[in-house]
């Protein structure tokens, strides 16, 4: 069975079996994306204020680079903090697809159950996405510093972004499933983990990427109901990357 056939039967399956469910599942990804939104606003804030702090204590002026730097740190901290919600949500839709009892208290499943090795897994993934995408940052950064860069540095960090992309696509596919197999396998170590997301990955990373690809007309579409239709959206996709998790350990065995 190709990729397009076995992609459209994952998408028919998770259709199916959304059905009735949307209420549910809307009510807990507007929980989730408000615990989200505040830690994020939270961190932000915290941020700022250390900043504004220590450069009145020690009478800087400016915004000094090493000060970027820790409200930079401060908030990838607490974005790690928020991605750990990302393993009980990925719960809560695995639950709904095996029938078993759901709730949206299953998004504090990583905070409830093995807190040490979920900030773990979250460091590292958050990490990975957060140093393949810092040119980005640079770049923003940058363009609020002052009106024109130098061509060379606009350059360079293009380049390297480019560069960065080409490695971060197929690794964060290969790890893609590590916030599944923590709750399928909670006795393995971290590091096993990530090997098994990647051993079971092994020739499915293009079809997990046509999946995601073949999501992102619908989510263009949402841009005219000013971000309603995601409520829809969302969790149709969240319940087709568990459907994707569950057949492909299904494959495994």
């Keep these: 069975m190709n990729i397009s056939v076995k992609s459209a039967n994952l998408k028919n399956n ?61 908030v ?22 095996c029938g078993q009892y759901y709730n949206s208290f299953n998004l504090f499943h990583g905070f409830m159950e093995n807190f040490k090795k979920s900030y773990g897994l979250s460091f590292i993934l958050t990490l ?15 363009f609020q510093q002052s009106n024109s860069i130098p061509v060379k ?22 790890l893609s499933q590590a916030y599944y197999i923590i709750l399928d396998y909670p006795d393995l170590g971290l590091i096993d983990i990530l090997r098994q997301s990647v051993k079971l990955m092994q020739g499915r990373k293009l079809q997990l990427f046509y999946i995601q690809a073949s ?25 087709t990357y568990a459907l994707f998790y569950l057949d492909s350990m299904k494959e495994e065995r």
């Design 14 to 74: 998770a259709k199916t079996m959304m059905e009735g469910k949307y209420y549910v599942t809307v009510m807990a990804l507007i929980f989730y994306n408000m615990i989200t939104l505040l830690l994020s606003n939270f961190s932000s804030s915290l941020a700022n204020q250390i900043s504004h702090t220590l450069k009145r204590l020690l009478q800087l002026e400016g915004t000094g680079t090493w000060l970027v730097i820790l409200s930079y740190f401060v």
């Design 76 to 97: 990838f901290l607490i974005t790690t903090l928020c991605n750990i919600l990302k393993i009980g949500l990925c719960l809560f839709f695995l639950n709904i697809a």
């Design 153 to 174: 540095t606009l350059a360079f960090l293009i380049s390297l972004q480019i560069a960065l992309l080409a490695f971060y696509i197929p690794t964060s596919l290969a």
């Design 215 to 239: 999501f992102l007309p619908l989510f263009l579409l949402t841009i005219p109901t000013f971000g309603l239709g995601a409520l829809w959206l969302t969790p149709y996709t969240n319940m």
């Design 128 to 142: 990975l996405s957060t140093l393949c995408l810092a040119p980005v940052d640079a770049l923003v950064y940058l």
